[in-house]
């Protein structure tokens, strides 16, 4: 089994879903995952001949696109959701093609267990995300450590930065209520990203 697939048997294991969305986005999508606005930094690069406006541009991340498959799960769904991808991200780099590596991004809210009989209903928290990324790389074979990080997207606190080897593989944390907002997402929703 190669690392994709292993990964991807690991998570839905864990209960999440795969997704796969299109590497196309907007900078609207993109915009929302800024909690204060400015602009998107780096520039995303735009397709020179789009089809449409919500298709323009090569996406940066996964984060986007899987906030809006939530939003969509949500309107179904009232336990828990969890959520994830495994793709390639296109980073612009001067004067050259694009970086283009593959990162692999899950979301998670809602219930931590199927609604029992007693009516109890325990909400996911930051440290279940942490242990579904601890977890997911020990079955690696990954030894990681979390450090403190500053990722605009996420809450300040209930954040931590990936590290391996001394090098930031990724990030897990709680995504910050005006990100959440833009999607119409009115609970605490968590995510973790890493990158090969």
């Not at 602009?39 to 690069?45: G, Q, S």
């Not at 298709?55 to 809006?68: G, I």
């Not at 325990?122 to 977890?135: N, T």
């Not at 090098?167 to 609970?187: D, R, T, Y």
Request: overall charge negative.
């Amino acid at each position: 089994l190669g690392l994709k697939q292993k990964a991807g048997r690991i998570l839905t294991g864990c209960g999440f879903q795969e997704v796969i969305t299109y590497s196309l986005t907007s900078l609207e999508m993109l915009n929302k995952l800024l909690p204060e606005p400015h602009p998107v930094e780096p520039m995303p690069l735009r397709m020179a001949n789009p089809m449409t406006t919500e298709r323009e541009y090569l996406r940066p991340n996964l984060r986007a696109n899987l906030l809006a498959a939530f939003s969509a799960n949500r309107r179904h769904e009232d336990g828990g959701i969890r959520l994830f991808e495994l793709g390639k991200v296109y980073l612009p780099r001067h004067n050259d093609l694009p970086d283009e590596p593959e990162v692999l991004c899950g979301i998670l809210g809602g219930s931590r267990l199927e609604k029992s009989w007693q009516g109890k209903d325990e909400l996911l928290d930051f440290y279940d995300v942490k242990g579904v990324a601890e977890g997911l790389l020990n079955q690696l074979g990954v030894n990681a450590n979390f450090e403190e990080d500053r990722d605009e997207g996420l809450c300040l606190g209930k954040q931590a930065a990936i590290v391996v080897g001394g090098n930031k593989l990724g990030v897990v944390g709680e995504l910050h209520p005006k990100v959440l907002a833009a999607f119409e997402i009115s609970e605490p929703v968590y995510l973790f990203e890493l990158n090969h």
